[in-house]
């Protein structure tokens, strides 16, 4: 199994087990004029928590109000 990210934990993340709701911001940074938001999460697996880097494509206008209440996720 090859990921398409670069990871150094020994589990490969499959997104039908990653929930938005047990995932939080860890942060928000500019990197060679790049935009990245750093996420953490549990590992379905092991449980360990990860951060996960994500570079930011886009931005758009939401409705959603801030913070997130858990009825969005239902
Ligand atoms: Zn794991």
Same mark, same amino acid.
């Given at each position: 199994m090859s990921? $398409? &990210? $670069?990871?150094d934990h020994e589990h490969e993340l499959a997104a039908e087990y #990653?929930? %938005?709701a047990d995932a939080d911001v860890l942060d !928000? &940074? @500019?990197r060679d004029g790049s #935009? &990245? =938001?750093e996420v953490a999460?549990?590992?379905p697996e092991c449980s360990e928590t990860l951060a996960?880097?994500? %570079?930011v494509e886009s931005a758009r @206008?939401? @409705? =959603?109000d #801030? %913070? !997130?209440d858990d009825d969005y996720y239902d």
């Open positions: 990921a $398409a &990210y $670069a990871s #990653l929930y %938005p !928000i &940074y @500019e #935009l &990245y =938001v999460t549990v590992c996960l880097t994500a %570079p @206008e939401t @409705e =959603v #801030l %913070p !997130i």
